[in-house]
């Protein structure tokens, strides 16, 4: 059957959450989520496809640019097929619908990200598409028992997101801490304000359970939370300003936000990995995370129109 393609309206948001979340059991998404994404980050031109079959929504696109990069022209596309939908044409038209919108918006480069399982992998390669770097998906069961809880170096304090009274000490932090961050795109070129809304603004950033460690006023750690309220729970990012690392200020930051989930009840805890990050797969280690599942980043050149 030829799938139907169409823009996502409100009525798709919880069935599409429901298929992202069978299909990336380590995501945090709920339809709020989705509702705030098509709004809430105005640079980021996203946008959302939906293929329906017969039997409802076979698979969802998700489009947009990748406007934290001082390098113009990139932009995003992943794509999530129901097993059912697979050898119908579902990804197939999705994927070129979505590179569609993505040329219209001036995209030259798109990344996707793509689970590591055979049949993925070669569906990407065959439409052009080149391996770039590997990210492993960790999970920790929150009922188990945590390691101790390390001690701040003097002079530092623990506190939570909540407490911060001006978010822009938590924006310095996080472009310092991601200057050096492994990956495929950088973090360059994101405004206070555009990082306001995509970050401290965001409906799953939970504020109570994420840390900060400052010094003198100083954000100098960080680690925050993204929850769906409800048991779900994965790390947004863990960051240490570069003067600031080899202290143990990242597994003290963390730490205090995973025992805080476990206080406010959440079940299951998951982060993302890039494969090259030895440092933080260390970290992840001790606290007992092990891997569930992995993914890639794979990128293609856009024709040009």
Do not use: C
Request: glycine content about 10%; charged content about 25%; aromatic content about 6%.
């Amino acid at each position: 059957m030829v799938p139907t393609l169409r823009a996502a309206g409100p009525r798709d948001l919880a069935p599409v959450a429901d298929l992202l979340r069978a299909a990336r059991p380590h995501l945090v998404v709920t339809p709020e989520l989705l509702a705030w994404q098509a709004t809430g980050k105005p640079a980021e031109r996203f946008g959302m496809l939906v293929a329906e079959t017969g039997d409802g929504i076979a698979g969802v696109a998700r489009t947009g640019l990748l406007y934290e990069s001082a390098e113009p022209g990139l932009g995003f596309v992943n794509l999530v097929v129901r097993p059912e939908g697979r050898g119908r044409g579902v990804g197939s038209a999705l994927l070129a619908a979505a590179e569609e919108r993505l040329a219209g918006l001036g995209v030259r480069r798109a990344y996707a990200r793509v689970v590591d399982e055979p049949a993925a992998l070669a569906f990407a390669e065959r439409r052009g598409y080149r391996p770039g770097r590997r990210s492993v998906i960790l999970g920790l069961d929150l009922a188990a028992a945590l390691p101790a809880a390390p001690a701040p170096p003097a002079g530092v304090r623990l506190g939570t997101v909540a407490d911060l009274v001006d978010p822009r000490p938590l924006y310095e932090a996080d472009l310092a801490a991601a200057a050096d961050e492994p990956g495929d795109v950088g973090m360059d070129e994101i405004s206070f304000d555009e990082w306001r809304a995509a970050y401290w603004d965001r409906p799953d950033l939970d504020r109570a359970l994420s840390t900060v460690a400052t010094a003198d006023g100083v954000v100098v750690a960080f680690s925050l939370a993204l929850t769906d309220r409800r048991d779900r729970y994965l790390s947004g990012m863990t960051g240490t300003r570069s003067g600031w690392r080899g202290r143990g200020l990242a597994r003290a930051v963390k730490h205090a936000s995973l025992r805080a989930a476990r206080s406010a009840g959440l079940r299951w805890a998951s982060t993302i990995n890039d494969a090259g990050n030895d440092t933080m797969r260390t970290v992840n280690a001790w606290f007992g995370y092990r891997p569930v599942a992995a993914e890639w980043r794979y990128l293609r050149e856009l024709p040009r129109r």
